[in-house]
């Protein structure tokens, strides 16, 4: 689990074939107080990665076929910049919002325009994470926590982005045309599951509730 709150900037190394796989080459600097070891998590433009080596240059990431196909790993060039951000543990503060590292899809681009000291993206998207995009809503996009301003239409929203977030973040790099990973909230998924009633059992009652070990 993560917080969507980047932690630091690395930058793309390349992609290595071996024995059957695939790995990931992430070059940043050291975490200061707390090193980075062997088998942690790690969102990589807020996919989820396991970290298989650590160098003094940064790390190497098992990455899954699907994981390139489904984001906007696979699309990275040599030295361009993502966003880094370890998992989180139950003493940190929870800063932005709830983010699992599971992209939902990739969105684009299609206009990014300043506001004052401020940009504003705005990103097309499909259906199936539009449905869960609202305006004062939170979306992850390459890993980072933000807040929907605007829904100008179905399958376009708008982020607006502090001078802070540009320079800290690898948002600062991109421009109209480029990927992002999405990541819509969790929170938002699970409400529709309940709202549903999928896999909800209407005959249960509060005894069997209080059998199982729940109060009311």
Known sequence: MFTGLVQKKG???????????????????????????????????????????????????????????????????????????????????????????????????????????DFVFRISCDEKEARYIVRKGSVAIDGISLTISAVPAPDVFEVAVIPTTLHETSLGTRAVGDTVNIETDIMARYIEKFMSGENYDKNLTFEQLAEAGFSY
Do not use: M
Not at 73 to 91: C, F, H, Q
């Open 11 to 117: 930058k793309f190394a390349g992609l290595n074939h071996v024995s059957g796989g695939t790995s990931i080459q992430i070059l940043c600097s050291a975490w200061e107080n707390e090193p980075l070891v062997f088998g942690e998590s790690v969102a990589v433009q807020g996919a989820c990665l396991t970290v298989t080596e650590v160098n003094s240059d940064g790390f190497f990431a098992d990455v899954l076929e699907e994981t390139l196909n489904c984001t906007n790993l696979g699309t990275l060039k040599y030295g361009d910049y993502v966003n880094l951000e370890r998992a989180l543990r139950i003493s940190d503060r929870l800063g932005g919002h709830i983010v699992g590292g599971h992209i939902d899809g990739v969105g684009r681009i299609i206009a990014k325009e300043p506001a004052g000291r």
